[in-house]
């Protein structure tokens, strides 16, 4: 290691940092810092990098590189050989650019054009954008334009109809002629009277009735007959409570009917479904019973 390595490793200690940190200031690759500290400038690229590396490495660590160079010029390789490699590597970069000088002047032209051209395109490419969007609005607006119209046909038509409507329904209330209704009169109710009342016979009208149903119905054990004004017999027998407690006789093509109850405290009579009222008491149990049917036309 020669003097000049020995100090500028020991100024790099002093400030703390490592060969990798010093790379990374100074951008020298790791390989060329340590041959400047060991003074091997052999695997450098020639003396004029070797003066370029230690002034940057005396830079980074804040030492004066002329003081460097001053007092360890004996120990730094001298750059003129060097210099006039340099210089004579960049006539020669100098005499080959010569031949391409034209291709360098044509170049901005050349990236101006290109430029131009992208721009173009660009304001192209958005113009028919626009104007692909502009027409797709405009059709929309006239389908939805169409719509609209077609809508508002529709509701003009169902209107007219329901006018129309209106209009012949009125037509037809004006044409009705008046016709006064009469309520129907109150049908009078079905009435059973009695009218005479001898010993152990009774006599009762029926009015207001549209039929002559007869039913009498067994409580206990009593015999019953049936018969009209003629003495036609239609039921006689007994009734006992059970299977045979009632007879219903229709006698509506008659005028009267006569019915004979054995015992009267049992037994109840049914005209067109109205219980018959006994006048004489039901204590006295055989009683004779005359219905007259009295026709509405009567």
Same mark, same amino acid.
């Given at each position: ?7 500028? $490793? /020991? ?26 500290? /060991? ?9 004029? @990098? ?7 490495? #005396? ?17 730094? !390789? ?29 170049? !901005? ?5 290109? %430029? ?9 490419? %958005? ?37 129309? $409507?209106?209009?012949?329904?009125? /037509? ?7 016709? /006064?209704?009469?309520? !129907? #009169?109150?049908? !009078? ?14 006599? @009762? ?6 039929? %002559? ?5 067994? $409580? ?40 004979? &109850? ?7 009579? @049914? ?6 009222? @006994? ?14 049917? &009295?026709?509405?036309?009567?």
């Amino acid at each position: 290691m020669t003097e000049l390595g020995n100090r500028l $490793k /020991e100024a790099r200690i002093a400030k703390n940092l490592s060969l990798d940190d010093l790379q990374t200031i100074t951008k020298i690759q790791k390989r060329y810092l340590v041959g400047i500290e /060991e003074g091997n400038y052999a695997s450098m690229p020639g003396n004029f @990098y070797v003066r370029a590396f230690i002034k940057q490495y #005396a830079e980074a660590l804040d030492l004066n590189p002329d003081e460097i160079f001053e007092t360890y010029k004996n120990e730094i !390789p001298a750059s003129h050989n060097d210099e006039i490699h340099h210089l004579s590597r960049v006539n020669t970069h100098k005499a080959i650019s010569k031949g391409d000088s034209k291709v360098l002047d044509a170049l !901005p032209k050349v990236l101006i054009g290109v %430029f131009v051209i992208g721009i173009a395109s660009l304001l192209y490419y %958005f113009i028919a954008i626009h104007a692909g969007d502009s027409k797709n609005e405009t059709i929309s607006n006239d389908r939805e334009q169409v719509k609209l119209e077609k809508s508002a046909k529709l509701e003009k038509v169902k209107a007219d109809e329901v006018t129309k $409507k209106d209009d012949t329904k009125k /037509e037809a209330e004006t044409a009705k002629p008046n016709v /006064e209704t009469t309520p !129907p #009169a109150d049908t !009078p109710k079905q009435a059973v009277t009695a009218v005479q009342t001898q010993g152990n016979t009774t006599t @009762y009208d029926l009015k207001n009735a549209d039929k %002559f149903v007869i039913k009498i119905v067994s $409580k206990g054990q009593t015999w019953v007959s049936i018969k009209n004004g003629k003495q036609k017999t239609f039921f006689q027998g007994t009734l006992k409570k059970g299977a045979t407690e009632s007879q219903t006789q229709d006698l509506s093509a008659e005028d009267m009917a006569v019915i004979r &109850v054995g015992n009267a405290a049992d037994t109840d009579i @049914y005209i067109n479904d109205q219980k018959l009222e @006994y006048a004489i008491p039901a204590t006295a149990n055989v009683q004779n019973i005359r219905i007259q049917h &009295v026709l509405k036309n009567e």
